[in-house]
Each structure stands twice: as C-alpha cells, then as structure tokens.
C-alpha cells in the first residue's frame, strides 16, 4: 500500500491547481459525514458512507451493508449517493457506491440574448472500493472513481483514485486516517482547442484525521485536517466579518489572511454526543466555510452543521442540516441497513 502512496504522490504535480473540476466529488455524501463538518477519514462506527471518505473504513463487520442518501443542496440542486459492501475473505472487502448530482433546468441564450432553449447540467461518478485489513490495528484501502460531467451539449469524462490508511486501538477507542483524495486525469474534456482536448486539474486532497471517545462520559470528537498539500487558501476575497471572528485573526488593514485564520481553514472539528447505542448527535465547526461564506455587517452560524441519528428496527436513519451562508443551507437525509439482518 506504501507503494501505492508513492505512485499517487508523483502524480500530484500533475493535478496541483486552485482551479480543478469534477468539485461534486468533495460534497458530504451522507448525513454523519455533513454534520461532521463535510469530511471526516477517521471515524469508527461501522457506517459504510464513510468508506468512500476514506476506503480504508472498510471492514469485514459491514458485509452485505446498503445505504442511501439525499442532500437538498443550495438553490435546490439535487444531490444523492447509494453504496453497498461484501466480504471477500476474513481480511478483505469490496463495496460499490454511485453519486449524482442534478443541478436541475436552464434557459440557454447567446451572448446577443438570443434564446437556445432549456438545457440541463450534471455530475455522475461510480466507485469501486477494496480495503484489506495489514496488521493488527492497521487497515488499508482503495477507490477506483470514473466520473462524467455534462451541461448542455458539452460533457466530460475522468478517472479518479482515492488511497488511504487507518490505525484503529478498539480497546481505547481511538482512531487516525491518511488519505490521498480524487488523482487522477480527464480523459475527455468539456471542449477542444487546437486540435487537442481542453484538460483541467483533479479536485485531490491530502487529508488526515484523528477521532477519539472518552472513556467515562458519551462523546467522540474528530478533528479532521484537510487540503494539507496546499497552505495558501486564499481566493482573493475582501475581508469580512462573522459572528465567530473571535476564532479568527486578519493581519492589520490588508486582504491578506492571517496565519492563525489559514491555520483554522485547514481544520474541521466534529464531536459526538452518543447517550445510547441507537440515538446519537453530531455537531462541527467549518472555519473555512464560515469566513469564505460570510457576509459583512450580518450574524449568521455560517459554518456549524448539526445531525442526529436513530436507530429503528433494523434501519439506521441520519439527518443534517449545515449552513453554507445566509441565504443557503442544506439538508441531508441517510438510510442505512444490513441485509444480513433479515435472514
């Protein structure tokens, strides 16, 4: 697996940029992975969904697994993913996942406002998953992502992979995940130039994760950090002012962010209040997302995400709710069962 890593690693010159594409690939793809802030690689709790943060969470306790999930996105783009896992051996496992996103109806118009009709415009991406247990408390995995993009009449085509590793102490209860996020190449671009296909950058992420539950009290927190390949986040936005800037620093009257508010964009924080083992409650602080969100002279919780989860019958049910900006918030409903259960 060490391999691996190092094959991925000299790819990563080749898709470094600020500007990438196929960006649907970074969205929460369940209710517990939005609540937690929108990413989280190091989580134990048996939840397939987060195998396709991290394929390494993959474990041989979720065969025969289902999942599914819905996310009402910002101005009502619809978002869904389904996945499902099987065993292999006593070491190994596979697992299968779909996403969609469906950014819904537009009107088409030339640039001398003459109309081209109702187009429509979204993102598809499959996902094959294998994860094998090395060591003892070590477990490694991998992600095969083809993906296709359309709008209008234009469309795309690209392979992403996804690697990853976790320690996991169960006696402690503790946990740590490595992984290398969406390398990988388009294949076919949207549109050619000059007798070649116009290319774009990969969305890839170098991310690691520690989640820890205390041993006398019903809490687990994670804390995730993200885009560790890339310190500067900057996107050279105005300054503005949250309801939280007491978390962050800006450096005297300039637009340039200061080190202690980039250290922070870097760092999602996620903890679980977990009274019971059918009922549990998630909530996160995205510090990236609350000051890129936020708008000047206007409170808002821009960056907090909320869930709950319960436990009924043989199902697993998730809820979310994040909130991108003012204007903008989303919601996000998960199922889950084993089908082992029914037998």
């Known amino acids: ?57 993959l474990s041989n306790e979720m065969n025969n697994d289902l999942v599914f999930n819905y996310m009402n996105y910002i101005s009502d783009v619809n978002f869904g993913s389904a996945g499902y896992s099987h065993n292999i051996d006593s070491l190994s496992a596979w697992a299968i996942g779909m996403t969609y996103v469906n950014y819904g109806s537009f009107d088409g118009y030339t640039k001398d406002d003459v109309s081209t009709g109702e187009f429509s415009a979204g993102d598809f991406a499959l996902s094959a998953v294998y994860s094998r247990k090395l060591f003892d408390r070590i477990r490694a ?51 050619s130039e000059e007798d070649s296909q ?12 520690v989640t820890k ?35 962050a620093t800006e450096s005297d009257d300039d637009d340039e962010i200061g080190w202690f508010d980039m250290t922070m964009r870097h760092i999602l924080v996620g903890v679980e209040f977990i009274p019971t083992k059918n009922f549990y409650v998630m909530a996160s602080y995205n510090h990236r997302r609350n000051r890129e969100f936020s708008l000047e002279d206007k409170k808002s919780i821009n960056g907090l995400s909320f869930g709950a989860g319960l436990y009924v019958y043989k199902f697993n049910l998730g809820f979310a709710y994040s909130q991108y900006a003012a204007a903008g918030n989303t919601l996000t409903f998960s199922i889950g069962t084993s089908l082992d259960s029914f037998k």
């Open 141 to 191: 995995g991998i992600t095969l992502k083809p993906v296709y993009s359309y709008m209008d009449t234009y469309n795309s085509f690209g392979v992403l992979v996804d690697v990853g590793a976790v320690y996991y102490d169960k006696e402690h209860d503790f946990s740590t995940g490595l992984t290398l996020k969406n390398v990988g190449v388009q294949i076919n671009g949207y549109y």
């Open 1 to 57: 697996m060490i391999s691996v890593f190092s094959f991925l690693s000299t790819m990563v010159g080749l898709c470094a940029s600020n500007e990438s594409v196929y960006k649907f690939v970074t969205l929460p793809n369940s209710s517990a992975v939005s609540a937690l802030g929108g990413t989280n690689i190091s989580l134990q709790n048996q939840d397939l969904n987060l195998v396709f943060q991290n394929p390494a969470l």
């Open 213 to 247: 539950r205390l041993a006398h009290a019903p809490f687990r927190f994670s804390l995730t950090l993200v885009d560790l390949s890339n310190w500067n986040l900057d996107y050279n936005r105005e300054k503005t002012k949250t309801s939280l800037s007491s978390l």
């Open 198 to 209: 116009h290319r774009e950058d990969m969305p890839w992420d170098l991310q690691f994760g």
